[in-house]
Nanobody, 120 residues
Framework: VQLQASGGGLVQAGGSLRLSCAAS????????MNWYRQAPGKRRELVAT???????NYADSVKGRFTISRDNAKNTVYLQMNSLKPEDTAVHFCNALVQRSPTTTFTNYWGQGTLVTVSS
């Protein structure tokens, strides 16, 4: 199973970006899909979570600005980021809890990370 993240880049404060993360390989089902981020010199932090039923949860720092969504048919999770701030600058990672077959347990997989840079 591989997770391929894309959509990062350089944007001015107040701007928007949309991240995508597609899971591929031997996949039977995907439970939660998440976005994390890690700023220079800081710990990786959970930004947003979406369950396979569509329930969402956000870090307080991004509530009202970011929206997580998923397309289960495409095994893809998105993160729409609006009103970006310089403090949102970080490498953003996607993460998914994947079941590879009906007889296996769920395993945590990570994407490679995509850099978001917000200039002031």
């Amino acid at each position: 199973v591989q997770l391929q993240a894309s959509g990062g880049g350089l944007v001015q404060a107040g701007g928007s970006l949309r991240l995508s993360c597609a899971a591929s390989g031997s996949i039977f089902s995907i439970n939660a899909m998440n976005w994390y981020r890690q700023a220079p010199g800081k710990r990786r932090e959970l930004v947003a979570t979406i369950t396979n039923g569509g329930s969402t949860n956000y870090a307080d720092s991004v509530k009202g600005r970011f929206t997580i969504s998923r397309d289960n048919a495409k095994n893809t999770v998105y993160l729409q980021m609006n009103s970006l701030k310089p403090e949102d600058t970080a490498v953003h990672f996607c993460n998914a809890l994947v079941q590879r077959s009906p007889t296996t347990t769920f395993t945590n997989y990570w994407g490679q990370g995509t850099l978001v840079t917000v200039s002031s």
